[in-house]
């Protein structure tokens, strides 16, 4: 029989230190070198949890900003194949149509 301390069992001790550390990741991560692993990891919990959903939410309106920019729309790219599988070439490289001739002289 196991004793369970605080409620963390040999169940479920592996998935608690993975939350855990991945929490930590992404304050240390997302925090733009504000926060190092060993300050974070010595937060008080509450602090560390709304440290962390701070951030989360941050990047959640950033992520609904940028949709809302979009329209839902993938962002305007340019290629080199036309919808016919061909490779176009770059405006830089085709062959000017409005050029006039030289003029020769005598």
């Known amino acids: 029989m196991e004793l369970a301390f605080f409620g963390l069992t ?9 939350s855990l550390f991945s929490q930590i990741h992404q304050i240390v991560f997302h925090g733009n070198g504000g926060y190092d692993w060993h300050t974070v990891y010595n937060m008080p ?7 962390f959903n701070e951030i989360k ?3 959640d309106e950033e992520n ?3 949709q809302k920019q979009s329209n839902g729309k993938p962002p305007n790219t340019k290629t080199v194949i036309d919808s016919e599988g061909k490779v176009k070439l770059p405006d830089l ?14």
Not at 10 to 18: G, L
Not at 93 to 106: D, F, M, R
């Open 10 to 18: 040999s169940d479920n001790i592996a998935p608690t230190r993975a």
């Open 64 to 66: 609904q900003s940028i």
């Open 57 to 59: 939410k941050h990047f």
């Open 93 to 106: 490289l085709q062959k000017p149509t409005n050029i006039k001739k030289p003029v020769k002289y005598g």
């Open 45 to 51: 919990i509450w602090l560390r949890r709304f440290t």
